[in-house]
Protein backbone atom coordinates (compact mmCIF):
# COMPACT_ATOMS: atom_id res chain seq x y z
CA UNK A 1 0.00 0.00 0.00
CA UNK A 2 1.22 3.62 -0.18
CA UNK A 3 1.03 4.98 3.19
CA UNK A 4 1.78 8.63 4.28
CA UNK A 5 3.23 8.43 8.13
CA UNK A 6 2.20 12.52 9.32
CA UNK A 7 4.69 12.78 12.08
CA UNK A 8 7.21 10.32 10.95
CA UNK A 9 10.32 11.80 12.85
CA UNK A 10 8.64 11.19 16.59
CA UNK A 11 8.84 8.62 18.84
CA UNK A 12 6.31 6.66 17.65
CA UNK A 13 5.99 8.08 13.67
CA UNK A 14 9.95 6.75 12.56
CA UNK A 15 9.42 3.27 14.09
CA UNK A 16 5.93 3.02 12.48
CA UNK A 17 7.29 4.46 9.14
CA UNK A 18 10.26 1.46 9.40
CA UNK A 19 7.71 -1.40 10.54
CA UNK A 20 5.73 -0.29 7.13
CA UNK A 21 8.90 -0.11 5.25
CA UNK A 22 10.03 -3.51 6.00
CA UNK A 23 6.42 -4.97 5.79
CA UNK A 24 6.82 -3.70 1.81
CA UNK A 25 4.66 -1.20 1.90
CA UNK A 26 5.28 2.30 0.01
CA UNK A 27 5.99 4.61 2.98
CA UNK A 28 5.95 8.78 2.87
CA UNK A 29 7.14 10.81 5.85
CA UNK A 30 5.70 14.30 6.10
CA UNK A 31 6.75 16.23 9.04
CA UNK A 32 7.56 19.87 9.76
CA UNK A 33 10.48 19.39 12.34
CA UNK A 34 8.65 20.91 14.83
CA UNK A 35 9.27 18.44 17.42
CA UNK A 36 13.25 18.91 17.10
CA UNK A 37 12.36 22.68 17.41
CA UNK A 38 10.62 22.19 20.92
CA UNK A 39 14.09 20.43 21.94
CA UNK A 40 15.53 23.47 21.19
CA UNK A 41 13.10 25.83 22.39
CA UNK A 42 13.68 23.39 26.13
CA UNK A 43 16.91 23.38 26.04
CA UNK A 44 17.15 19.45 25.91
CA UNK A 45 18.17 16.76 23.58
CA UNK A 46 16.73 13.03 23.27
CA UNK A 47 18.95 11.37 25.48
CA UNK A 48 19.64 8.91 22.18
CA UNK A 49 21.80 10.75 19.82
CA UNK A 50 19.00 10.81 16.81
CA UNK A 51 20.27 11.36 13.16
CA UNK A 52 18.35 14.15 10.85
CA UNK A 53 15.62 12.86 9.15
CA UNK A 54 17.58 12.91 5.41
CA UNK A 55 20.06 11.11 7.47
CA UNK A 56 17.74 8.52 8.91
CA UNK A 57 15.98 7.32 5.63
CA UNK A 58 19.42 7.55 3.76
CA UNK A 59 20.55 4.81 5.94
CA UNK A 60 17.81 2.90 6.01
CA UNK A 61 18.43 2.43 2.47
CA UNK A 62 21.34 1.37 2.88
CA UNK A 63 20.81 -1.42 4.53
CA UNK A 64 17.35 -2.98 3.79
CA UNK A 65 17.61 -0.76 -0.12
CA UNK A 66 14.06 0.50 1.00
CA UNK A 67 13.28 4.14 -0.36
CA UNK A 68 11.45 6.18 2.22
CA UNK A 69 10.15 9.53 0.69
CA UNK A 70 10.46 12.68 2.51
CA UNK A 71 8.10 15.84 2.62
CA UNK A 72 8.83 18.86 4.98
CA UNK A 73 5.06 20.64 5.79
CA UNK A 74 3.26 21.89 8.21
CA UNK A 75 -0.16 20.32 8.28
CA UNK A 76 -1.59 22.45 10.44
CA UNK A 77 -0.67 25.45 8.69
CA UNK A 78 0.01 24.86 4.95
CA UNK A 79 -3.27 23.77 4.36
CA UNK A 80 -2.40 24.30 0.08
CA UNK A 81 0.47 21.86 0.56
CA UNK A 82 -1.60 19.51 1.73
CA UNK A 83 -3.98 19.43 -0.66
CA UNK A 84 -1.57 19.71 -3.31
CA UNK A 85 0.31 16.49 -1.94
CA UNK A 86 -2.77 14.33 -1.67
CA UNK A 87 -3.67 14.96 -5.13
CA UNK A 88 -0.45 14.13 -6.26
CA UNK A 89 -0.19 10.95 -4.52
CA UNK A 90 -3.25 9.68 -4.02
CA UNK A 91 -2.16 7.23 -0.55
CA UNK A 92 -4.22 4.04 0.39
CA UNK A 93 -3.97 5.09 3.63
CA UNK A 94 -2.14 8.00 5.90
CA UNK A 95 -1.17 7.27 9.61
CA UNK A 96 -1.58 10.64 11.63
CA UNK A 97 0.81 11.28 14.00
CA UNK A 98 1.87 15.15 13.60
CA UNK A 99 0.11 16.51 16.81
CA UNK A 100 1.86 18.33 19.96
CA UNK A 101 1.50 15.20 22.13
CA UNK A 102 3.15 16.06 25.86
CA UNK A 103 0.59 16.97 28.18
CA UNK A 104 3.08 19.18 30.51
CA UNK A 105 4.19 21.22 27.34
CA UNK A 106 0.60 21.75 26.76
CA UNK A 107 0.17 23.31 30.15
CA UNK A 108 3.74 25.19 30.51
CA UNK A 109 1.45 28.75 29.80
CA UNK A 110 -1.01 30.51 27.86
CA UNK A 111 1.12 30.34 24.83
CA UNK A 112 1.69 26.78 25.14
CA UNK A 113 -2.11 26.54 25.45
CA UNK A 114 -3.23 28.11 22.77
CA UNK A 115 -0.13 26.74 20.34
CA UNK A 116 -1.49 23.43 21.51
CA UNK A 117 -4.66 23.47 20.32
CA UNK A 118 -3.99 25.06 17.37
CA UNK A 119 -1.47 22.79 16.00
CA UNK A 120 -3.35 19.34 16.92
CA UNK A 121 -6.79 20.69 15.94
CA UNK A 122 -5.61 22.17 12.58
CA UNK A 123 -3.53 19.61 11.49
CA UNK A 124 -6.81 17.01 12.31
CA UNK A 125 -9.35 19.13 10.36
CA UNK A 126 -6.93 20.29 7.51
CA UNK A 127 -6.32 16.51 6.68
CA UNK A 128 -10.61 15.74 6.98
CA UNK A 129 -10.83 18.58 4.65
CA UNK A 130 -8.04 18.15 2.45
CA UNK A 131 -9.33 13.98 1.81
CA UNK A 132 -12.86 15.97 1.04
CA UNK A 133 -11.63 18.64 -1.31
CA UNK A 134 -9.08 16.27 -3.59
CA UNK A 135 -11.60 13.00 -3.23
CA UNK A 136 -8.73 11.00 -2.12
CA UNK A 137 -10.51 8.05 -0.34
CA UNK A 138 -7.60 6.91 2.21
CA UNK A 139 -7.98 4.89 5.23
CA UNK A 140 -6.83 7.36 8.36
CA UNK A 141 -5.26 5.78 11.13
CA UNK A 142 -5.20 8.48 14.14
CA UNK A 143 -3.58 8.06 17.45
CA UNK A 144 -6.10 9.03 20.24
CA UNK A 145 -4.90 8.75 23.92
CA UNK A 146 -6.63 6.39 26.76
CA UNK A 147 -6.61 10.05 28.72
CA UNK A 148 -9.81 11.14 26.24
CA UNK A 149 -11.92 8.35 28.86
CA UNK A 150 -10.69 10.64 31.92
CA UNK A 151 -9.22 8.44 35.04
CA UNK A 152 -12.83 8.17 36.85
CA UNK A 153 -12.40 4.79 38.52
CA UNK A 154 -15.55 3.73 37.10
CA UNK A 155 -16.14 -0.05 37.73
CA UNK A 156 -16.27 -1.34 34.26
CA UNK A 157 -14.07 -2.06 31.38
CA UNK A 158 -13.72 0.94 29.32
CA UNK A 159 -15.04 0.04 26.37
CA UNK A 160 -13.62 1.11 22.85
CA UNK A 161 -15.22 4.43 22.00
CA UNK A 162 -18.48 3.80 22.82
CA UNK A 163 -21.23 3.58 25.14
CA UNK A 164 -24.67 2.56 24.75
CA UNK A 165 -26.71 4.71 27.10
CA UNK A 166 -30.35 4.17 27.89
CA UNK A 167 -32.90 6.88 28.77
CA UNK A 168 -36.62 7.38 28.90
CA UNK A 169 -38.05 9.47 26.28
CA UNK A 170 -40.93 11.93 27.30
CA UNK A 171 -43.56 9.19 27.32
CA UNK A 172 -41.11 7.04 29.76
CA UNK A 173 -40.57 4.69 27.29
CA UNK A 174 -36.54 3.52 27.57
CA UNK A 175 -34.58 4.58 24.46
CA UNK A 176 -30.87 3.35 23.74
CA UNK A 177 -28.78 4.20 21.58
CA UNK A 178 -24.73 4.34 21.20
CA UNK A 179 -22.63 7.37 22.11
CA UNK A 180 -18.80 8.10 22.10
CA UNK A 181 -17.78 7.51 25.41
CA UNK A 182 -18.08 10.48 27.69
CA UNK A 183 -14.75 12.15 27.15
CA UNK A 184 -13.28 13.93 30.59
CA UNK A 185 -9.38 15.30 29.37
CA UNK A 186 -6.67 15.99 31.90
CA UNK A 187 -4.82 18.28 29.74
CA UNK A 188 -5.09 20.46 27.00
CA UNK A 189 -3.15 17.92 25.05
CA UNK A 190 -6.07 15.50 26.07
CA UNK A 191 -8.68 17.69 25.30
CA UNK A 192 -7.40 18.32 21.66
CA UNK A 193 -7.96 14.26 21.32
CA UNK A 194 -11.35 14.47 22.12
CA UNK A 195 -12.35 17.30 19.68
CA UNK A 196 -10.26 15.26 17.60
CA UNK A 197 -13.18 12.31 18.22
CA UNK A 198 -15.91 14.86 17.47
CA UNK A 199 -14.14 15.60 13.74
CA UNK A 200 -13.87 12.36 13.04
CA UNK A 201 -17.46 11.78 13.87
CA UNK A 202 -18.71 14.35 11.47
CA UNK A 203 -16.67 13.30 8.50
CA UNK A 204 -17.25 9.94 8.96
CA UNK A 205 -21.01 10.92 8.87
CA UNK A 206 -20.93 13.42 6.67
CA UNK A 207 -18.46 12.87 4.22
CA UNK A 208 -18.31 8.72 4.35
CA UNK A 209 -14.42 9.50 5.32
CA UNK A 210 -12.65 5.72 6.97
CA UNK A 211 -11.23 6.34 10.46
CA UNK A 212 -9.60 4.29 12.91
CA UNK A 213 -9.14 6.07 16.17
CA UNK A 214 -6.50 4.31 17.95
CA UNK A 215 -6.96 5.15 21.90
CA UNK A 216 -3.21 4.58 23.38
CA UNK A 217 -1.72 4.49 26.44
CA UNK A 218 1.54 5.47 27.62
CA UNK A 219 4.64 4.27 25.43
CA UNK A 220 7.73 2.48 26.43
CA UNK A 221 10.76 1.32 25.60
CA UNK A 222 12.84 2.52 22.31
CA UNK A 223 14.01 0.08 19.87
CA UNK A 224 12.16 -1.79 17.72
CA UNK A 225 13.22 -4.58 15.00
CA UNK A 226 13.83 -2.32 12.26
CA UNK A 227 15.81 0.30 14.62
CA UNK A 228 18.47 -1.71 15.89
CA UNK A 229 19.62 -2.58 12.55
CA UNK A 230 22.19 0.31 12.75
CA UNK A 231 22.77 2.82 14.96
CA UNK A 232 21.72 5.96 13.32
CA UNK A 233 18.25 4.47 12.89
CA UNK A 234 18.02 4.83 16.59
CA UNK A 235 14.97 6.11 17.92
CA UNK A 236 14.02 9.32 20.35
CA UNK A 237 13.98 8.72 23.90
CA UNK A 238 12.49 11.91 25.91
CA UNK A 239 13.41 11.69 29.73
CA UNK A 240 12.70 15.42 29.97
CA UNK A 241 10.26 16.79 32.63
CA UNK A 242 7.68 18.07 30.34
CA UNK A 243 8.18 14.97 27.13
CA UNK A 244 9.15 12.15 28.84
CA UNK A 245 7.00 9.79 30.01
CA UNK A 246 6.97 8.26 33.17
CA UNK A 247 8.31 4.51 32.69
CA UNK A 248 10.90 6.13 30.05
CA UNK A 249 11.96 8.29 32.87
CA UNK A 250 12.18 6.51 35.58
CA UNK A 251 14.80 4.05 34.04
CA UNK A 252 16.82 7.54 33.20
CA UNK A 253 16.54 8.27 36.57
CA UNK A 254 17.74 4.86 38.23
CA UNK A 255 20.58 5.16 35.37
CA UNK A 256 22.51 8.02 36.67
CA UNK A 257 21.27 7.68 40.72
CA UNK A 258 18.57 10.15 40.34
CA UNK A 259 15.63 9.86 43.25
CA UNK A 260 12.57 8.18 41.54
CA UNK A 261 10.04 11.01 40.70
CA UNK A 262 6.88 9.81 41.60
CA UNK A 263 3.90 12.66 41.53
CA UNK A 264 1.97 12.44 44.71
CA UNK A 265 0.95 9.08 46.43
CA UNK A 266 1.57 6.88 43.08
CA UNK A 267 -2.20 5.49 42.94
CA UNK A 268 -2.79 7.16 39.60
CA UNK A 269 -3.10 4.04 37.42
CA UNK A 270 -2.58 4.07 33.81
CA UNK A 271 -2.29 2.36 30.83
CA UNK A 272 0.84 1.20 29.03
CA UNK A 273 2.21 -0.40 25.44
CA UNK A 274 5.50 -1.13 24.45
CA UNK A 275 6.58 0.10 21.30
CA UNK A 276 7.63 -2.92 19.63
CA UNK A 277 3.50 -3.69 19.91
CA UNK A 278 2.95 0.53 19.04
CA UNK A 279 4.39 -0.26 15.39
CA UNK A 280 2.52 -3.57 15.22
CA UNK A 281 -0.65 -2.25 15.90
CA UNK A 282 -0.04 0.69 13.58
CA UNK A 283 0.40 -2.48 10.61
CA UNK A 284 -2.25 -4.31 11.89
CA UNK A 285 -5.04 -1.29 11.89
CA UNK A 286 -3.81 -0.11 7.99
CA UNK A 287 -3.53 -3.38 6.78
CA UNK A 288 -7.50 -3.89 8.13
CA UNK A 289 -8.62 -0.47 6.81
CA UNK A 290 -10.99 -2.55 4.14
CA UNK A 291 -13.07 -3.35 7.29
CA UNK A 292 -13.47 0.55 8.34
CA UNK A 293 -16.90 2.05 6.95
CA UNK A 294 -19.72 3.76 8.49
CA UNK A 295 -18.86 5.67 12.32
CA UNK A 296 -14.96 5.65 12.86
CA UNK A 297 -13.48 2.74 14.20
CA UNK A 298 -12.20 2.84 17.78
CA UNK A 299 -9.57 0.63 19.34
CA UNK A 300 -7.61 0.93 22.94
CA UNK A 301 -4.74 -0.27 22.20
CA UNK A 302 -2.86 -0.97 25.65
CA UNK A 303 -1.55 -3.86 26.86
CA UNK A 304 -1.86 -3.29 30.62
CA UNK A 305 -2.41 -1.09 33.40
CA UNK A 306 -0.10 -0.30 36.21
CA UNK A 307 0.14 2.04 39.60
CA UNK A 308 2.91 4.60 38.81
CA UNK A 309 3.95 3.77 42.31
CA UNK A 310 4.21 0.01 41.84
CA UNK A 311 6.37 0.99 38.37
CA UNK A 312 8.75 2.72 40.43
CA UNK A 313 9.00 -0.20 43.03
CA UNK A 314 9.59 -2.44 39.71
CA UNK A 315 12.41 -0.15 38.64
CA UNK A 316 13.41 0.57 41.97
CA UNK A 317 14.34 -3.46 42.37
CA UNK A 318 15.59 -4.20 39.06
CA UNK A 319 17.86 -1.51 38.13
CA UNK A 320 18.86 -0.33 42.04
CA UNK A 321 17.22 3.26 43.15
CA UNK A 322 15.75 5.31 45.93
CA UNK A 323 12.11 6.00 45.19
CA UNK A 324 10.66 9.90 45.89
CA UNK A 325 7.05 11.14 46.46
CA UNK A 326 7.33 14.88 45.01
CA UNK A 327 4.39 17.06 44.99
CA UNK A 328 2.12 16.68 41.82
CA UNK A 329 2.24 18.83 39.28
CA UNK A 330 -0.59 18.09 38.01
CA UNK A 331 -4.61 18.43 38.98
CA UNK A 332 -5.30 14.66 38.51
CA UNK A 333 -6.80 11.92 40.74
CA UNK A 334 -4.31 11.04 43.14
CA UNK A 335 -5.66 7.15 43.17
CA UNK A 336 -7.48 5.71 40.56
CA UNK A 337 -8.80 2.23 38.70
CA UNK A 338 -8.36 1.59 35.38
CA UNK A 339 -8.84 -1.05 32.99
CA UNK A 340 -9.84 -1.30 29.38
CA UNK A 341 -10.81 -3.70 26.68
CA UNK A 342 -8.28 -4.43 23.65
CA UNK A 343 -9.91 -6.88 22.18
CA UNK A 344 -9.99 -5.55 18.41
CA UNK A 345 -6.53 -5.11 18.07
CA UNK A 346 -5.60 -8.87 19.89
CA UNK A 347 -8.77 -10.32 17.63
CA UNK A 348 -6.44 -8.43 14.52
CA UNK A 349 -3.77 -10.37 15.88
CA UNK A 350 -1.73 -8.48 18.68
CA UNK A 351 1.00 -10.30 20.77
CA UNK A 352 1.31 -8.47 23.55
CA UNK A 353 4.63 -7.94 25.09
CA UNK A 354 4.40 -7.35 28.91
CA UNK A 355 6.19 -5.28 31.24
CA UNK A 356 8.04 -8.20 32.77
CA UNK A 357 8.38 -9.76 29.35
CA UNK A 358 12.68 -8.73 29.91
CA UNK A 359 12.59 -5.77 27.47
CA UNK A 360 12.70 -3.12 30.46
CA UNK A 361 16.42 -4.95 30.27
CA UNK A 362 17.02 -3.16 26.49
CA UNK A 363 16.08 0.03 28.15
CA UNK A 364 17.99 -0.13 31.19
CA UNK A 365 21.00 -0.78 29.12
CA UNK A 366 20.61 2.13 26.86
CA UNK A 367 20.01 4.92 29.18
CA UNK A 368 22.91 3.23 31.04
CA UNK A 369 25.02 3.55 27.44
CA UNK A 370 24.03 7.02 27.05
CA UNK A 371 24.25 8.66 30.63
CA UNK A 372 26.77 10.77 29.83
CA UNK A 373 24.06 12.73 27.88
CA UNK A 374 21.44 13.13 30.54
CA UNK A 375 21.24 16.81 31.80
CA UNK A 376 20.05 16.33 35.01
CA UNK A 377 18.57 19.64 35.50
CA UNK A 378 15.67 18.98 32.85
CA UNK A 379 14.26 15.91 35.12
CA UNK A 380 12.35 18.21 37.58
CA UNK A 381 8.84 18.65 36.32
CA UNK A 382 8.60 22.54 35.50
CA UNK A 383 4.94 23.20 34.04
CA UNK A 384 2.05 23.29 36.64
CA UNK A 385 -1.59 22.56 35.86
CA UNK A 386 -2.95 25.59 37.93
CA UNK A 387 -1.54 28.37 40.64
CA UNK A 388 -2.34 25.83 43.51
CA UNK A 389 -0.03 23.16 42.08
CA UNK A 390 2.24 25.35 41.51
CA UNK A 391 2.26 27.17 44.80
CA UNK A 392 2.59 23.74 46.45
CA UNK A 393 5.47 22.68 44.24
CA UNK A 394 7.85 25.35 46.23
CA UNK A 395 8.29 27.04 43.59
CA UNK A 396 7.08 30.80 43.67
CA UNK A 397 3.97 31.08 41.77
CA UNK A 398 4.49 32.31 38.00
CA UNK A 399 8.56 31.84 38.17
P1 LIG B 1 6.49 13.11 18.93
O1 LIG B 1 6.37 14.51 19.42
O2 LIG B 1 7.76 12.37 19.18
O3 LIG B 1 6.21 13.05 17.35
C1 LIG B 1 5.25 13.85 16.70
C2 LIG B 1 5.82 14.24 15.34
O4 LIG B 1 4.84 15.03 14.66
C3 LIG B 1 7.08 15.10 15.45
O5 LIG B 1 8.10 14.58 14.62
C4 LIG B 1 6.63 16.49 15.00
O6 LIG B 1 7.68 17.22 14.38
C5 LIG B 1 5.46 16.17 14.08
N1 LIG B 1 4.45 17.24 14.00
C6 LIG B 1 3.78 17.83 15.02
N2 LIG B 1 2.94 18.76 14.54
C7 LIG B 1 3.07 18.74 13.19
C8 LIG B 1 2.45 19.48 12.14
N3 LIG B 1 1.56 20.43 12.39
N4 LIG B 1 2.81 19.20 10.85
C9 LIG B 1 3.73 18.24 10.58
N5 LIG B 1 4.36 17.53 11.55
C10 LIG B 1 4.02 17.78 12.84
O7 LIG B 1 5.25 12.30 19.54
P2 LIG B 1 5.02 10.71 19.65
O8 LIG B 1 5.34 10.30 21.02
O9 LIG B 1 5.64 10.04 18.49
O10 LIG B 1 3.45 10.67 19.49
C11 LIG B 1 2.85 10.53 18.19
C12 LIG B 1 1.34 10.52 18.34
O11 LIG B 1 0.95 9.43 19.18
C13 LIG B 1 0.80 11.80 18.97
O12 LIG B 1 -0.39 12.19 18.31
C14 LIG B 1 0.49 11.38 20.39
O13 LIG B 1 -0.55 12.13 20.90
C15 LIG B 1 0.15 9.90 20.25
N6 LIG B 1 0.44 9.13 21.48
C16 LIG B 1 1.71 9.06 21.98
C17 LIG B 1 1.95 8.32 23.15
C18 LIG B 1 3.33 8.23 23.79
O14 LIG B 1 3.45 7.66 24.89
N7 LIG B 1 4.38 8.74 23.16
C19 LIG B 1 0.88 7.64 23.77
C20 LIG B 1 -0.41 7.74 23.24
C21 LIG B 1 -0.62 8.50 22.08
N1 LIG C 1 4.23 10.79 36.56
C1 LIG C 1 4.98 10.60 37.72
N2 LIG C 1 6.30 10.92 37.68
C2 LIG C 1 6.92 11.38 36.56
C3 LIG C 1 6.17 11.56 35.37
C4 LIG C 1 4.82 11.25 35.41
O1 LIG C 1 4.46 10.16 38.75
O2 LIG C 1 8.13 11.65 36.62
C5 LIG C 1 2.80 10.42 36.56
C6 LIG C 1 1.87 11.54 36.08
O3 LIG C 1 1.47 12.38 37.14
C7 LIG C 1 0.72 10.74 35.49
C8 LIG C 1 1.37 9.46 34.96
O4 LIG C 1 2.65 9.38 35.61
O5 LIG C 1 -0.19 10.37 36.50
C9 LIG C 1 1.58 9.42 33.46
O6 LIG C 1 2.33 10.55 33.04
P1 LIG C 1 3.11 10.52 31.63
O7 LIG C 1 3.83 11.82 31.46
O8 LIG C 1 3.90 9.27 31.53
O9 LIG C 1 1.90 10.34 30.58
P2 LIG C 1 0.80 11.37 30.04
O10 LIG C 1 1.04 12.76 30.49
O11 LIG C 1 -0.52 10.78 30.36
O12 LIG C 1 1.04 11.37 28.47
C10 LIG C 1 1.64 10.30 27.76
C11 LIG C 1 2.02 10.80 26.38
C12 LIG C 1 0.75 11.22 25.64
C13 LIG C 1 -0.22 10.05 25.61
C14 LIG C 1 -0.52 9.55 27.01
C15 LIG C 1 -1.31 8.25 26.99
O13 LIG C 1 2.92 11.92 26.49
O14 LIG C 1 1.08 11.62 24.32
O15 LIG C 1 -1.43 10.44 25.00
O16 LIG C 1 0.73 9.22 27.65
S1 LIG C 1 -2.48 8.16 28.29
O17 LIG C 1 -1.78 8.51 29.55
O18 LIG C 1 -2.93 6.78 28.33
O19 LIG C 1 -3.51 9.09 28.00
Request: charged content about 25%; proline content about 4%.
Amino acid sequence: MRIFVLGGDGFCGWPSALHLSAHGHDVTIVDSGVRRKIDAELGVESLTPIQTLDERVAVWRNVTGNHIGTIDLDISHDYAGLTELLAAERPDAIVHFAEQRSAPYSMKSPRHKRYTIDNNVNATHNLMDALVETGVDAHVVHLGTMGVYGYESVPVDLPEGYLTVSYPDRDGKMRSREILYPTNPGSIYHLTKSIDQLVFQFYARNDGLRITDLHQGIVWGTQTDETVLDEALINRFDYDGDYGTVLNRFLVEAAIGYPLTVYGSGGQTRAFINIRNTVQCIRLAVESGDQVSGRPRVMNQVTETHRIADLADLVARVVGAEVTHVSNPRAEADTNELSAVNDHLIDLGLDPILLESGLLAESVDIAHKYADRIDARRIPASSYWNRERETNSGVAAGG
